[in-house]
């Protein structure tokens, strides 16, 4: 076992400071995107049509592959938080938010409606200064 550390000695620390960035950008991320879901976005029913659709295709088009490229990488990074210290399930949850993929919102609302999210997602909010969110799950 020593051996195969000493072998791997490099890609460990490499992994080991991976680890540690992307703890700290999840701490750093996470809350700011969670402060800003609108209190009733999980409603059941609600309209999420996009209130930016007036702006010019080209930009639109800017705005979704940028929030698709984030979203990737927070998708990523909340996978690996599943495994390394970090606020995996709700780093996946941010990414959900900004991906477009087909069965998003059942995804969205499966994923909150885990008591243990929730209560943080909820936790962050009121300590911000937010109403916590209506999701009509787990409540």
């Known amino acids: ?6 072998s791997y000695q490099t ?3 490499w992994l080991a400071a991976a680890s540690t960035v992307i703890f700290i950008v999840s701490l750093a991320l996470v809350p700011f995107f969670v402060i800003r879901i609108p209190s009733d976005y999980f ?3 609600k309209d999420c049509g996009h209130p930016r659709s007036d702006r010019h295709f080209v930009l639109r088009s800017i705005v979704r592959i940028g929030r698709n490229l984030l979203g990737f990488v927070l998708l990523v990074a909340g996978l690996l938080m599943l495994v390394l210290p970090g606020q ?3 780093t ?6 900004l991906l477009n993929f087909p069965g998003k919102r059942r995804f969205e609302r499966w994923i909150v409606s885990r008591r243990p999210v929730l209560r943080a997602i909820n936790w962050i909010r009121r300590r911000a200064g937010r109403p916590p ?3 009509g799950v787990g409540e």
């Open 1 to 6: 076992m020593v051996e195969w550390i000493r």
């Open 11 to 13: 890609l460990l620390a």
């Open 43 to 45: 409603v059941p029913g």
């Open 88 to 90: 995996g399930l709700l």
């Open 92 to 97: 996946i949850l941010v990414a959900a938010m």
């Open 133 to 135: 969110l209506l999701s």
